[in-house]
């Protein structure tokens, strides 16, 4: 299996979507957006809501290239991102949760509004 290698700095991708070319907007989610599914699918979210978020994620991106940050962590600030529409997305969905910020990569989501099998000794059919 070939690893993809980034081709921009991480200044030059912040230019890049400035211009709002699509070219450049297909090479930022054809590089970041396994990236930040895997991030979605490790926090312990479903495929759906980690596939829906990363849709938010991106179309956020495309509609508000006003608002690229000062600072030129890209990834960093795609994952920033990312988790703000965690919590959009699972407070439109009347979700209870908790986030755990684990590192600058890792979080871990804890639905409260979920009452466990096992502590309601009831299984699962």
């Not at 930040?36 to 980690?50: D, P, T, V």
């Not at 969905?93 to 804890?110: M, Q």
Request: hydrophobic share 40%.
């Amino acid at each position: 299996m070939k690893i993809k290698q980034l081709q921009y700095s991480d200044t030059e991708l912040f230019l890049l979507l400035k211009t709002r070319e699509t070219k450049y907007f297909n090479y930022i989610y054809d590089f970041y957006s396994p990236v930040l599914y895997g991030f979605l699918l490790n926090s312990g979210l479903s495929e759906k809501y980690s596939a829906d978020i990363l849709k938010e994620t991106f179309v956020k991106i495309w509609n508000n290239p006003s608002e690229l940050p000062s600072h030129n962590n890209f990834l960093l600030w795609l994952l920033q991102i990312t988790i703000e529409n965690i919590k959009n997305y699972l407070q439109n969905h009347h979700r209870k949760f908790t986030i755990e910020i684990k590192n600058c990569a890792a979080i871990s989501i804890k639905f409260t509004d979920v009452i466990e099998p096992a502590l309601t000794n009831q299984s699962i059919a």
